[in-house]
């Protein structure tokens, strides 16, 4: 996710962030003014930004003082000015405990705010860095932008106010919420990395004038939901005006891809990812230490797999432990000439592809737009969204949020960083629910009977579908781990080379929700026309992205089967054949194939594509409404991978 979320605590986490956080998570020089460290660190100030602003008297855009944050964050949720309307209270008479209360907001509470912090993709802040001043304040605006929308969700979606006994009464803060929001430039590592920390206050306002605070469990739950949605925006502003396009990039084989800018080399990625190599290369450590664990008595203490839950773990612990101590700020100028500086010594990409990164990226988005159509099909998008969410979620139950996320998510795949209109996404989500979605809530609470908090099932037997979580023991049943890291396992599987041993892994459970989509698919191909319709556009539109060499042949035309084909055409591949390709990792490198290579491409194939329309021909079937049936073209799992998607 792009989109963190951590609890803010009044006393020490508080200190924290006073001293780190609010100036570039350097270190804030003892006895020195926050203003005063922030430029020396070369960071911006913090600027206050919320709807809830006006009741409390400030501006949006406004600078953060110290005093402010003290008051709201330190103080357990007091009005930011809460020192001068005491001090008024008691200039005009008031006691002192009368006073220190008009400068409250509701009760004290020991959770003052959430510390939202949002970052965009690689791609993004590499163009950030690498790019001109233009670029560089397009790139900040889009990011700006997408925070503020995110923020306008959560108020407007998200947020409730608790209150009552056992806090049974929920409502909306209808005046909004109140956040400070500190600029941060570069990583732990020392390398780019533009994000921004939104410190989100918990107290809001109700409709009777009483202030409450926010229930900071609705906020951890729809995190991802908030993730998805801040990707989109800012890839959608970014490409709209850089005039660039959004990709698929799979960072983790099995698992889900991510939306990149495309045409940035992946070695400028790498570059910027020293973190995640460490943090890998600790994990395989972790990993290997779970599965030969035993206890007293010489029983394996886990399972000899390593489960997705158990990765994530292992994940967070290698984070921990290969974390570096922060550095010193410094101003954004000099960042920057000297990322530029280390990337073309360092990352193996050429210094004139560096210097010139955006026509590159243009270039490469032209490309793409020219043969990849936004088109995007609710229908088709409710049954990929409800079949992945059905999937990935324990006992296939979920939420309102588990599809919305879902939804944004295959939005910015299909879009590929163009703008949508507002409200596609609850329109993606309403068409989920009402077509392959159960309501199997049994609410015992008032929360349980909330919109967004119904429980849904798919309308899919779990035996329809691939299999969520095959058996342990019978992943490997020949198959020991080592009991020393130097050891050799006690199968090797063909292929593999002598010493190598690889951590036994539950299938993840992303591929399964791929395959899961394509058999809804697959049984949706047997009801009306234009579910049959839609199915063949998606074909057409995954098949957009690869050379027209390689796309396979349009079946036979009964009105025009003694033509001629056309030129160009005889060396078409059928999908079959191009299993047998070594799946391209980018649109951009499946663009990138010369004449020769296609022409060699071509003479492999040739006899697989005339084989295919020998097939066509002899038997394509007409279909009921006198449209010819595809048989070389039929929508799978595969098509997108192999499509470069």
């Known amino acids: 996710m792009t989109v963190d979320i951590r609890i803010v605590r009044a006393g020490q986490m508080y200190r924290y962030y006073l001293r780190e956080t609010v100036v570039g998570d350097g270190r804030r020089p003892a006895r020195t003014l926050l ?12 600027r206050w930004t919320g709807r809830g602003l006006a009741a409390l008297g400030l501006a949006p855009g406004e600078e953060v003082t110290e005093a402010q944050l003290r008051n709201l964050f330190g103080e357990r949720g007091r009005h930011p000015y809460a020192d001068r309307i005491e001090a008024d209270r008691l200039a005009a008479g008031d006691c002192p405990k009368k006073a220190y209360r008009a400068g409250a907001l509701g009760r004290r509470v020991t959770v003052t705010g959430v510390d939202f912090v949002f970052r965009p993709q690689p791609t993004i802040y590499l163009l950030w860095a690498f790019g001109d001043e233009e670029t560089r304040r397009v790139i900040e605006a889009a990011h700006e932008y997408a925070i503020e929308r995110v923020l306008e969700w959560i108020e407007d979606e998200v947020a409730v106010i608790r209150y009552g006994k056992d806090g049974i009464y929920r409502v909306r803060p209808p005046g909004g919420l109140v956040a400070a929001r500190f600029r941060h430039y570069e990583a732990r590592s020392g390398r780019p990395l533009l994000h921004d920390h939104l410190l989100l206050s918990v107290k809001g306002q ?19 939901a908030a993730s998805a949605l801040y990707n989109e925006l800012v890839a959608a502003e970014v490409c709209e005006a850089l005039g660039l396009a959004t990709e698929p990039r799979t960072v983790t084989p099995g698992r889900r891809p991510v939306m990149e800018i495309a045409g940035v080399p992946h070695e400028l990625i790498r570059w910027t990812s020293r973190r995640s190599d460490q943090i890998a290369a600790c994990l395989t450590e972790l990993e290997h230490e779970y599965v030969t664990a035993v206890d007293d008595d010489g029983e394996p203490r886990f ?10 773990k292992l994940n967070a612990i290698a984070a921990r432990r290969t974390r570096p101590p922060k550095q010193s700020a410094r101003p954004l100028a000099q960042l920057r000439a000297w990322w530029k500086a280390s990337a073309i010594l360092t990352s193996g990409v050429a210094a004139d592809v560096i210097n010139s990164l955006l026509e590159y990226v243009r270039a490469a988005a032209s490309a793409i737009r020219a043969r990849v159509a936004a088109v995007v099909d609710i229908a088709l998008a409710a049954v990929d969204v409800a079949a992945t969410v059905f999937v990935m979620n324990d006992c296939g139950r979920f939420h309102h949020r588990h599809l919305l996320a879902e939804a944004r998510r295959h939005l910015a795949l299909v879009l590929r960083g163009r703008r949508r209109d507002p409200g596609l996404d609850n329109q993606v989500v309403a068409a989920a629910i009402s077509t392959h979605c159960l309501d199997i809530s049994e609410p015992k609470s008032v929360r349980g009977r909330e919109a967004g908090y119904r429980l849904y099932t798919a309308r899919w037997a779990l035996s329809d579908l691939p299999a969520r979580r095959p058996p342990a023991p019978a992943l490997y049943p020949d198959r020991q781990p080592p009991d020393e890291p130097g050891e050799l396992a006690a199968h090797r599987f063909p292929g593999q080379d002598a010493g190598e041993w690889e951590i036994p892994r539950v299938p993840l459970q992303y591929e399964r929700a791929v395959l899961a989509g394509a058999v809804v698919r697959d049984q949706l191909r047997t009801t009306p026309t234009a579910v049959l319709d839609r199915a063949y556009d998606v074909v057409a539109h995954q098949q957009a992205a690869m050379p027209e060499q390689l796309i396979a042949p349009n079946p036979a035309d009964p009105e025009h089967d003694n033509q001629e084909p056309e030129p160009g055409s005889e060396g078409g591949i059928g999908m079959k054949a191009l299993r047998v390709l070594r799946a391209p990792r980018t649109d951009v490198e499946a663009l990138d194939l010369t004449a020769d290579r296609l022409r060699r491409l071509q003479d492999a194939f040739a006899n697989t594509g005339e084989a295919a329309r020998v097939r066509v021909d002899r038997t394509g079937p007409v279909r009921p409404d006198g449209q010819q049936a595809h048989h070389l073209q039929e929508p799978g799992p595969q098509c997108a991978r192999e499509a470069g998607h």
């Not at 203003?35 to 913090?46: H, S």
């Not at 409709?207 to 739950?221: Q, R």
């Not at 399972?303 to 994530?312: H, I, N, T, Y």
């Open 35 to 46: 203003r005063d460290a922030q430029e020396q660190a070369g960071v911006p100030v913090g």
């Open 303 to 312: 399972l000899p797999v390593v489960s997705e839950r158990a990765r994530a």
């Open 206 to 224: 109700r409709v009777d004038g009483k202030w409450g605070s926010i229930h900071t469990t609705a906020l951890h739950e729809n995190t991802v």
